[in-house]
């Protein structure tokens, strides 16, 4: 896992996940929503965060979901738009 996280950027814990009654998951980075699951992929996302092993471990999993977050172009938090 450090060859993923070079530059530690999921050590601050970017992102939170929201289970709601109905099984949708709503992923959040830095505390703005950016990417709803439902049905089976929330199902299979649950079923990841669940096996996985410490909470980078989980951090890593949303953001392979949420896309191009490993490419470096993700935007800065206070940059006021996602």
Not at 8 to 21: C, G, H, I, Q, S
Not at 37 to 55: D, P
């Amino acid at each position: 896992m450090d060859n993923i996280d070079k530059r530690n950027r999921l050590d601050e814990a970017p992102f939170n996940y929201r289970v709601t009654k109905n099984n949708a998951v709503f992923l959040d980075y830095f505390g703005k929503q950016v990417k709803i699951l439902k049905g089976k992929e929330a199902v299979q996302f649950l079923k990841k965060v669940n096996a996985a092993e410490n909470e980078k471990a989980i951090q890593l999993i949303m953001a392979k979901i949420t896309g191009n977050f490993k490419r470096g172009n993700e935007r800065n938090h206070n940059s006021g738009s996602f």
